[in-house]
C-alpha cells in the first residue's frame, strides 16, 4: 500500500518540495495568463493571483478543450501577489513580503497538476479555491464528507462530459472545502486550504483520469469513449444535505437510491480507500439517522415542503431496502450491517404495513381513481410523480418484491432466520398475485396502476414492464411476449429514435389521471416531460430485460444509440433554443427538462455486460 511518504517520493514535485531561492526567473508581465496544455490537460492561471482563468481536461487525451467551465470571477485582487514562471510552472509571493517562499505554486505535468502551498513567519494566506459554472458543466467532488463542507482526501473531481481528476493531499490533516449552491448562478465550489503554522508544506495533486469497468474490449473502442469518461455520471454529492442526489445543488430522491447503490455494486475504486460504496453507505446513514428524502412525508427545501402528499411514496422504503441490502451483499460489512439492521427492518415493517388487505401487494394511500386528483394537488406513489399512480402501483410493487428478497438475504446472513422467512414470504405472496393484478389481457402488457375502484391504468408504460421483468417477477414466456408487444406499439406510434431515450408511456396520459395540470409538466401535452417524453431515465430496465429474454437484436439496437448519445453529451446541459435542457425532449429532440444533469440517465451504463456478450 502507498504511504503519504512514498505519495510524495513518486509525484514529479521532488524540484519544489523546497522553496530553492532563484529557481525562478522574473518575467515581463505581459499582461497574459500562463498557459498550459497537453494531450490531456489545458489550463490557464491569472498572472496576478492565484487562481485559474482556463481549467479543462480530456481524461481521453484527445485535446477536447471546449468547455471551460470556470464560473467567471470578477473580484479585484488589488494587487497582493506577483508572480514568476517557467514554462510549466507559476509561482505567487506576496508583494509585501519577502520572495524567497511562494506562498502558492502551481506545477504542470502531462496528465497532472501539482498545487503546492508554503508558510513562513507571519504569513497569513488565503484559500485557493476553484469554482464552476454549473450552468456550464454539473461537476462534483465525490467523496467522504463531514459535516461542515469538508471532504477528506483522496477524492475526486467529476466533470461530466470531460472526465475525472483524483485528488490528494500529502499532509493527513488536510480536507478539501466542497460546496454547492442553486442560484440564479448555481456553483460548485472547491477550496485548497492554504499553509499555516500548523501544516507549512502542502502539496495537492490533481490527477487526469477515466474511472470505468476494466473491460479489453472497451479500452481502445471510440463508440464507448462517452461511457468512459461518463460512467461515474450517477453519483453527484450534494454537499449541504451531504448526501447523493439528483446532482450536487438538487433534491436528494429517497425514492432512486437504489439505482446508485446498482451502480456502485460495478464501479471500479474511485480513488485508493474510496469506492462507490462508500458514497452509498454515507447517504444511507444519513437516512437512517432520520434524513427526509423527495417522497417522504414532510421533506422540504429552502424552508418549503415540496414532497405534497400525506403519505410517503410507495416507492421509498424498497429503495432503500435495496441499496442498503445491496451495501451489505456487496461490502460484507457485518458491522454495519448489526448496528443499522433494525433500522433497515423498520423500514420493511412501514413497507409491508401497507398492503392493508394482506393480499401481498402493498398500497399508496391515495385511491388513483381518474379525476381524484383534481380537487387537491398532491403527488401520486411513485417517481412519475406527475401522473396518477395511486393504489396498488405495479412499478412500487416491483421494488417491494426487490426489497423483500434481498432483505431475506441479509437476514439470513446476520442469522436473523425468522425474518428471513418473513420477507421470503412476503415476496412469494407478493409475486404470486403480481401478475393477475396488474396484466393487461387488452393490451398485451403490464399496467401501471390498480386503483381502489378496481380500474387498471395502462398507458403502455415501458419502464414498469422492464422492471418487472428485470427482477424476475415475470416468467420467461409471459415476459417475451409483453416485450414483442411493447416493441411493436412503439413502431405502431412512430418512437424510433432511440438517442433519445425512451418514452415512459407510449399513449397520451388522459386528463383524467395526470396530477400535475400544468402543460409544463405535460398535463395535455403529449411527449413532454413525464406524459411520453423521452429520457434515458429507466431505459436500463428496458435494455435489462430484452438481454434476459435473449432479444439481444433489439437490445443492442437501444443500448448503442445511447452510447451515441453519452459521446455527444444528449443529456447534459441546456439547449440554445427554449433555454430548456437535456435531461428530458420530446420525440422530435426539443427539450423539456429542467433539472440540466439528472442522475438517473446514466444508468443504462450498466447495460454494458448484456451488450459485450452478444459480441
Not at 9 to 33: C, E, M, N, Y
Amino acid at each position: 500500500m502507498a504511504t503519504r511518504r512514498t505519495f510524495i517520493q513518486q509525484s514529479a514535485f521532488g524540484a519544489i518540495a523546497v522553496g530553492i531561492p532563484g529557481q525562478f526567473s522574473f518575467l515581463a508581465d505581459d499582461g497574459k495568463d500562463f498557459s498550459f496544455e497537453s494531450s490531456y490537460l489545458k489550463m490557464q492561471l491569472r498572472r496576478d493571483r492565484p487562481e485559474f482563468s482556463f481549467f479543462s481536461t480530456d481524461s481521453l487525451g484527445f485535446k477536447q478543450f471546449s468547455v471551460n467551465p470556470l464560473f467567471k470571477n470578477v473580484e479585484n485582487s488589488e494587487g497582493q501577489y506577483e508572480s514568476r514562471v517557467r514554462s510549466k510552472s507559476i509561482a505567487y509571493f506576496l508583494k509585501t513580503k519577502k520572495k524567497h517562499v511562494p506562498v502558492w505554486e502551481c506545477k504542470m505535468h502531462d496528465k497532472s497538476f501539482i498545487i503546492q502551498t508554503r508558510w513562513k513567519n507571519g504569513l497569513k494566506v488565503s484559500p485557493f479555491e476553484i469554482i464552476f459554472s454549473q450552468k456550464i458543466n454539473h461537476c462534483t467532488v465525490l467523496g467522504n464528507l463531514r459535516s461542515d463542507k469538508q471532504i477528506n482526501f483522496p477524492c475526486v473531481l467529476h466533470l461530466p462530459g470531460m472526465g475525472t481528476f483524483r485528488i490528494y493531499c500529502n499532509d493527513p490533516g488536510i480536507t478539501l472545502f466542497y460546496d454547492a449552491e442553486l442560484t440564479k448562478k448555481p456553483y460548485i465550489k472547491i477550496g485548497l486550504a492554504a499553509a499555516d503554522s500548523n501544516h507549512q508544506d502542502i502539496t495537492y495533486r490533481f490527477e487526469s483520469v477515466t474511472i470505468f469497468p476494466d473491460i479489453n474490449k472497451v479500452k481502445n473502442d471510440n463508440t464507448f469513449n462517452g461511457f468512459k469518461k461518463n460512467y461515474i455520471n450517477i453519483f453527484q454529492l450534494n454537499p449541504r444535505f451531504r448526501t447523493l442526489a439528483n446532482n450536487s445543488t438538487s433534491d436528494a430522491c429517497a425514492f432512486t437510491f437504489f439505482m446508485y447503490a446498482e451502480m456502485a455494486r460495478k464501479t471500479p475504486p474511485l480513488a485508493e480507500g474510496l469506492s462507490a460504496m462508500d458514497l452509498i453507505r454515507n447517504t444511507l446513514d444519513q437516512y437512517l439517522n432520520g434524513m427526509l428524502g423527495y417522497g417522504m412525508v414532510g421533506y422540504g427545501k429552502d424552508g418549503k415542503i415540496s414532497w405534497q402528499s400525506a403519505y410517503n411514496s410507495s416507492d421509498s422504503f424498497p429503495s432503500l431496502i435495496m441499496a442498503a441490502c445491496y451495501y451489505i451483499i456487496d461490502t460484507k460489512d457485518l458491522e454495519w450491517a448489526n448496528k443499522n439492521y433494525q433500522g433497515i427492518a423498520a423500514w420493511a415493517s412501514k413497507m409491508m404495513a401497507t398492503d392493508t388487505n394482506n393480499d401481498g401487494i402493498i398500497e399508496y394511500g391515495y385511491s388513483g381513481n381518474s379525476d381524484s386528483w383534481i380537487k387537491d394537488f398532491k403527488r401520486p406513489a411513485n417517481w412519475w410523480d406527475t401522473i396518477g399512480f395511486g393504489h396498488d402501483d405495479a412499478y412500487s410493487n416491483a421494488l417491494a418484491y426487490r426489497a423483500c428478497t434481498l432483505l431475506s438475504q441479509v437476514a439470513a446472513i446476520l442469522n436473523n432466520l425468522g425474518d428471513s422467512h418473513n420477507y421470503e414470504a412476503f415476496a412469494k405472496k407478493l409475486k404470486s398475485n403480481y401478475f393477475s393484478r396488474f396484466f393487461n389481457p387488452d393490451t398485451g402488457v403490464l399496467g401501471g396502476w390498480r386503483s381502489a375502484d378496481g380500474e387498471l391504468h395502462d398507458y403502455y408504460f415501458t419502464f414498469v414492464n422492464g422492471v418487472a421483468i428485470s427482477y424476475g417477477l415475470i416468467e420467461d414466456p409471459e415476459a417475451k411476449s409483453i416485450m414483442l408487444r411493447l416493441l411493436d406499439k412503439m413502431k405502431e406510434v412512430g418512437f424510433t429514435n432511440f438517442k433519445l431515450g425512451l418514452p415512459g408511456n407510449l399513449i397520451p396520459i388522459a386528463d383524467k389521471d395526470y396530477t400535475d395540470r400544468n402543460t409544463r409538466w405535460g398535463y395535455q401535452n403529449f411527449q413532454v416531460y413525464e406524459n411520453g417524453g423521452a429520457s434515458g431515465c429507466y431505459v436500463y430496465f428496458t435494455i435489462q430485460a430484452l438481454y434476459k429474454l435473449k432479444m439481444e437484436k433489439e437490445a443492442n439496437e437501444i443500448f448503442l444509440a445511447l452510447m451515441e448519445s453519452y459521446n455527444e453529451g444528449g443529456f447534459d446541459g441546456y439547449c440554445s433554443n427554449n433555454n430548456m435542457t437535456k435531461d428530458w425532449k420530446n420525440w422530435k429532440g426539443e427539450c423539456w427538462g429542467y433539472e440540466g444533469f439528472l442522475v438517473d440517465n446514466y444508468l443504462p451504463m450498466l447495460s454494458i455486460p448484456g451488450y459485450l456478450e452478444t459480441l
